[in-house]
């Protein structure tokens, strides 16, 4: 619509006092739907935060109302009767509103990846500041028809980064799946501070032939539930095989990490209060300090050991939450 309304402007501003109307018409949208834009990729980002502060859509709002009134009073924008466009004297109130917009955006943007892998984080304030960029050109320099050239193309490469992105993920459980694991694990190679953790369920084939398949996909989407509860924004958790999970986390802090994973044991065991056929698991890690020259590979298939240890330990113990913990520091 924004990209609409801004080539009618262009097309028609020039024109005979015959398509007035249609270049007050383009006008409206332009103006209306401009300082929204911000808003929508805040909704993309965090949805949570419009939920929670719905003040936040209140400059668009004021500005909404001043727009559609300025083809009768000239508050934004006034469009003489030779078809002139020109400002009007709260044309600062649109300026504003798209700003204070722009700001929440850059923001949102921001923290909302602060800490975490997101695998689209740089495309994403990339392209934030992108559109920004555009369309802040035209803001001050109104020759310049910056706008709908960077929207139009802004949204192009967002839909594609997005479908990229989808692409990472695991359809049953909404973790990320082995290919984003494998791109992470390339990134990761050489690196120095990292923790690598392996988590496998136990019996699990067992559960698929006693309770069908649909019972065995409920369990992998509750484990799946509880590790992403369970471990933080340092973290990113991914599912490689059937009941086979890694974890990945930017920090070579044992201390930490055997708290992440004492929460995910204690909330597992709460859910098995609920569920008493809900399988434990077995888990192990490595950690990376940087002090050995090893690579990404080495590191996961120590914690992969690890894992296997702990499970031939704990395979004849009684069907509880496990405790002990299985690890290596490299």
């Known amino acids: 619509m924004i990209i609409l309304a801004e080539a009618g402007t262009i097309l028609v501003g020039n ?12 006008n409206v949208f332009g103006f209306a739907l401009t300082p929204v834009l911000p808003i929508i990729f805040i909704a993309i980002f965090d949805v949570n935060l419009l ?12 500005n909404l109302c001043i727009t559609v009134l300025s083809p009768f009073f000239g508050f934004v924008f006034f469009v003489d009767a030779s078809n002139h ?32 892998h997101d695998p689209i984080r740089a495309e ?3 392209l934030s500041f992108f559109v920004v960029a555009g369309t802040s050109v035209q803001l001050f320099v109104p020759s310049v028809h910056s706008s709908w050239h960077s929207v139009s193309l802004t949204l ?16 049953l459980t909404r973790l990320y799946n082995r290919a984003a694991f494998a791109k992470a694990a390339k990134k990761l190679d050489g690196k120095k501070l990292y923790s690598v953790v392996v988590l496998d369920i136990d019996n699990f084939k067992e559960i698929n032939d006693a309770y069908g398949h649909d019972y065995g996909d409920s ?26 999970f890694y974890i990945i986390r930017r920090s070579a802090n044992q201390m930490e990490l055997d708290q992440l994973i004492k929460t995910m044991i204690y ?25 050995a020259k090893i690579g990404f590979q080495q590191v996961l298939k120590e914690a992969d050991m690890q894992m296997y240890r702990f499970k031939e330990v704990h395979k004849d113990l009684p069907k ?11």
């Open 15 to 26: 024109d005979s006092s015959g398509l007035r109307y249609l270049n007050i018409i383009c």
């Open 51 to 62: 939920k929670s502060n719905k003040l936040i859509v209140l400059p668009s709002l004021l």
């Open 85 to 116: 466009y020109q400002r009007g004297n709260l044309f600062f109130v649109f300026v504003a509103a798209y700003i204070v917009n722009v700001i929440l955006l850059l923001r949102t943007t921001v923290m909302t990846k602060k800490g975490s």
């Open 124 to 126: 994403s304030i990339a």
């Open 156 to 171: 192009l490469l967002y839909y594609l980064v997005l479908s990229e992105y989808d692409g990472s993920f695991d359809a």
């Open 219 to 244: 369990v992998l989407k509750s484990i799946a539930s509880v590790i992403s509860e369970s471990f933080n924004d340092s973290c990113r958790s991914y599912r490689v095989g059937g009941d086979e």
């Open 267 to 291: 909330r597992l065991a709460q859910e098995r209060e609920n569920d008493r056929r809900l399988p434990t698991v077995s888990y192990g890690y490595s950690i990376c300090k940087g002090e």
């Open 320 to 330: 509880k939450s496990p405790q002990a913990k299985s690890a290596r520091v490299l």
